[in-house]
């Protein structure tokens, strides 16, 4: 069965103080990978796909990297503002369908 | 702007009542998907179609309906064999083709009163 595994499920950080994210997965044949952010009561907001091992993509503050079987969210500087659960996702091959891990919830106080 | 809207964004229950909650999408997105999140659970899949006229269970599709007679539309049914309803349902779409991912909609809070 396939599986995604996101660590640690809630990570708190001093404004400033770095840190990153961790999604391994066990998936056969991955076709992307995907980073979400969510905030509460709200749906999940698109933030990386990445396709190959070595792959790296950055956006402000984040920094997203995959490997044959982890995939790791750093997170530089971060702000208050940065807090929210962020989801990691993996693509069934021969499918459109996503799985999901269960989130990792991120606080950081100023 | 092009995007998902689900509505409502809360809707009550009561003890033996379907409900339907409403998913529309104009980003001309050939597939669209039904997710529930429960806290420390993750995101769990119910209902996806991939094109009008088809759709296909997902991992948690009992209990629910659903229908897809417009490609813009993917209307979601809590039906009263659902025992456990009270969620935060997820509409999702993507292109259909290729690893694009998912637009999510703004998701619907369902308490059971």
């Known amino acids: 069965e396939d599986q995604v595994t996101q660590s640690p499920e809630a990570l708190r950080l001093q404004e400033g103080e770095s840190s990153s994210l961790n999604c391994s997965y066990t998936?056969?044949?991955?076709?992307?990978l995907f980073w979400y952010r969510q905030d509460p009561g709200k749906g999940p907001e698109f933030l990386f796909t990445?396709?190959?091992a070595g792959e790296e993509k950055e956006k402000e503050r984040l920094k997203a990297t995959l490997t044959k079987k982890e995939s790791f969210l750093h997170i530089t500087a971060p702000k208050p503002e940065d807090s929210a659960t962020y989801l990691c996702?993996?693509?069934?091959?021969?499918?459109?369908?996503?799985?999901f891990g269960k989130g990792m919830k991120l606080t950081v106080n100023p | 702007d092009g995007g998902i809207t689900q509505s409502p964004k809360y809707l009550f229950r009561k003890e033996g009542q379907n409900v339907t909650l409403s998913c529309e999408q104009n980003l001309n997105h050939d597939a669209m998907y039904w997710y529930r999140q429960d806290p420390g659970q993750g995101l769990r899949l119910i209902y996806y179609s991939q094109i009008v006229n088809d759709f296909q269970k997902g991992d948690i599709a009992e209990g629910y309906s659903v229908s897809r007679e417009k490609k813009e539309s993917f209307p979601l049914t809590v039906t009263s064999a659902q025992k456990n309803p009270t969620a935060f349902y997820l509409c999702?779409?993507?292109?259909?083709?290729?690893?694009?991912?998912?637009?999510f909609g703004s998701g619907t809070r369902l308490t059971v009163v």
């Open positions: 998936v056969s044949g991955l076709r992307g």
């Open positions: 999702a779409s993507s292109i259909g083709q290729g690893t694009y991912g998912y637009t």
């Open positions: 990445l396709y190959s």
């Open positions: 996702a993996v693509q069934v091959p021969g499918s459109e369908k996503l799985v």
